[in-house]
T-cell receptor
């Protein structure tokens, strides 16, 4: 059974601080997707990484796929209150046809 | 606008009263699925459909039914709801089972 461990589960920081969210598995994935979910809405895709070692940037957000395609990280620089939300990682496998979600990281950025 | 719609958005019902949550997508996606989201448990897949008339169980299918008579619609049916089905439900659609999922806005269900 494929599992995706996401950490930390909760994070409360002050505006301007940096943070990193981790997503780890013992399984190899074809791709790793990061979603953000705001209260009262469904998750929305932020980015997909598909190549081992790949780094993608989205303004102050940096996403990295591990060399072995088993893990990923999301780094936010100078967090803003607007970054508050639930961040979900999801590993996709073209072999199994499955998309496995991590448990999510709830981020609160205080002004 | 490409979107997934769900109705109702909020529902309070009583144990045993059959209900249906509708889901519709306008992106011509073949793959559709239902998830429930509970605190500490993340998103868990209930049922999925690879195409019209093709449905299969996800990780937590007990107490739920689905149908896929048309490509755009994928309703979730609770024949006899119980309090442990109180949850936030999301419908999603995609071009494949492991690519980007497009989620609906969610349906918050409370079963008393």
């Amino acid at each position: 059974t494929q599992l995706l461990e996401q950490s930390p589960q909760f994070l409360s920081i002050q505006e301007g601080e940096n943070l990193t969210v981790y997503c780890n598995s013992s399984s190899v994935f074809s791709s790793l997707q990061w979603y953000r979910q705001e209260p009262g809405e469904g998750p929305v895709l932020l980015v997909t990484v598909v190549t081992g070692g790949e780094v993608k940037k989205l303004k102050r957000l940096t996403f990295q796929f591990g060399d072995a395609r088993k893990d990923s990280s999301l780094h936010i620089t100078a967090a803003q209150p607007g970054d508050t939300g639930l961040y979900l990682c999801a590993g996709g496998s073209s072999n199994t046809g499955k998309l496995i979600f991590g448990q999510g990281t709830t981020l609160q950025v205080k002004p | 606008e490409a979107q997934v719609t769900q109705n109702p958005r909020y529902l309070i019902t009583v144990t045993g009263k059959k209900l249906t949550v509708t889901c519709s997508q306008n992106m011509n996606h073949e793959y559709m699925s239902w998830y429930r989201q509970d605190p500490g448990l993340g998103l868990r897949q209930i049922y999925y459909s690879m195409n019209v008339e093709v449905t299969d169980k996800g990780d937590v299918p007990e107490g739920y039914k689905v149908s896929r008579k048309e490509k755009r619609n994928f309703p979730l049916i609770l024949e006899s709801p119980s309090p442990n089905q109180t949850s936030l439900y999301f419908c999603a659609s995609s071009s494949s089972s492991y690519n980007e999922q497009f989620f609906g806005p969610g349906t918050r269900l409370t079963v008393l």
